[in-house]
């Protein structure tokens, strides 16, 4: 077996193991899962209770052939758990059914199929706000082949936040504090310091995220989180960006492109560990699916092999990863760098789809599940960085968490 095909066959028979609000692809031939709100690019995964909002879940399946896709819709709670609902208390229709909405693969090398699913539709109608899991299944078969999530959202408190650098731990150098406040002013609610759950996200991460925070301040109707250390985040750096858009012709950040064993390969310039802050207008991790010609994206951009190098000494202690959307903000171990000890250089071959993307190095430590920007990245104060504050309810005599607050804001503005 060549070279290349060998390394095809080692992506596609990695496993997968996941957990909480993650999308995840348990099967390697499940690739470029997306998650988006009413069709829009580059939202966050939360839509309103109300006519006229879905979410559209899509993915690829690399075969040729087509494939029987089934999926289940599970309520969760504040903390992605499965919550106590019955299946007709949070949605209309069959606990399982078909994707049918597909398409085959069209001019392209390494073939596949793509798949897409909106919800609600005719057949499922979402009736509580909350956390969803749409569990993807082969077939009749019981295990997931990947995982999807979102949140519906029924607002009624109002979320204000804001970011400083001047932290706690150090004053315009390497962390940013978010602090926040929530009016429930004209909401119901019996102990508003008790019955509220938050939940903080950086850059749509899962694996950084904080919980079970209590307010510092309390005012008429408002709630006030500051000075909390719980809410300090490393600043990291602005991702790194790169296009593959063209078979031919190398584009943004690509050394050369090549076709060879069957498959397209594009080769990144090679990437440096950074010592200094790096101003760019990135996306905060996202990609976006397209091609030269930027005509059916979905089914007619190609997926490459694509060559990923990061020059900089081995750490010792743990392991550097590929991350970004691209990875499903995971710290997954499909992307993990192979260090070359001759040319002192982490390396990495993995296929994507035709496209422009953001993406960083992370390293983890042994026996720890967060991913860190230090070494590979740095952590400078600039970095303009998205923050997320997800607001719960359960009100009493209730099975659920409600999702009642929810605001974006990214830094500086």
């Known amino acids: 077996m060549n070279k290349t095909l060998s390394i095809l066959t080692l992506f596609l028979c990695l496993s997968f193991t996941g ?27 939360v839509m309103l209770l109300s006519a006229g909002h879905y979410v559209e879940i899509s993915f690829d399946d ?47 090398e390494m073939h596949y199929q793509h798949y897409k699913l909106l919800l609600p539709n005719e057949d499922t109608q ?6 969803y899991r749409i569990n993807i299944f082969k077939d009749n078969e019981e295990e997931p082949i990947a995982q999807a999530c979102f949140s519906i959202i029924e607002p009624r408190v109002g979320v204000n936040m804001e970011v400083t650098t001047n932290t706690d731990i150090d004053t315009y150098d390497r962390h940013q504090q978010v602090s926040f406040s929530v009016n429930y002013s004209g909401y119901k609610v019996s102990n508003p310091v008790s019955d509220f759950k938050y939940i903080v996200k950086q850059n749509r991460r899962w ?19 500051n000075h909390n250390r719980s809410l300090i985040f ?35 310039m090679t990437d440096e560990q950074r010592t200094m802050y790096l101003f760019d207008k990135d996306q905060n991790g996202r990609f976006y699916v397209r091609n030269a010609d930027n005509e059916d994206n979905d089914t007619e951009s190609d997926y ?110």
């Open 207 to 225: 694996d950084t995220h904080v919980e079970n925070l209590s307010p510092t301040q309390m005012q008429v109707n408002k709630l006030i989180f």
């Open 126 to 131: 979402l009736l509580v706000s909350g956390n």
């Open 234 to 268: 490393p600043a990291g750096n602005e991702y790194r960006r790169m296009e593959i858009l063209d078979e031919y012709v190398p584009t943004m950040h690509v050394e050369s492109m090549e076709y060879v064993d069957e498959y397209y390969h594009a080769t990144i």
């Open 304 to 413: 490459f092999l694509t060559h990923f190098t990061l020059q900089m000494p081995k750490v010792p202690g743990g392991e550097v990863y590929l991350f970004g959307d691209l990875t499903n903000n995971r710290v997954d171990e499909a992307y993990k760098m192979e260090y070359n000890l001759i040319d002192h250089q982490y390396e990495l071959i993995t296929p994507l789809k035709q496209g422009s993307y953001n993406y960083m190095y992370l390293f983890q430590r042994e026996g720890e599940t967060i991913g860190v920007t230090e070494p590979c990245e740095g952590d400078f104060h600039q970095t303009e960085n998205e923050y997320e504050v997800y607001v719960y309810h359960r009100p009493f005599g209730t099975r659920y968490d409600k999702l009642i607050g929810f605001q974006k804001y990214n830094y500086p503005e």
């Open 19 to 45: 957990f909480a609000q993650e999308n995840i692809c348990f099967s390697p031939r499940i690739k470029t899962m997306q998650v988006k709100v009413n069709g829009e690019w580059g939202t966050p995964s």
């Open 62 to 108: 690399l075969q040729a052939s087509y494939q029987r896709y089934t999926y289940t819709i599970t309520h969760c709670n504040a903390d992605w758990s499965q919550s106590d609902l019955l299946v007709n208390e949070y949605m209309t229709g069959f606990s399982r059914q078909r994707i049918d909405d597909y398409e085959p693969a069209i001019g392209t």
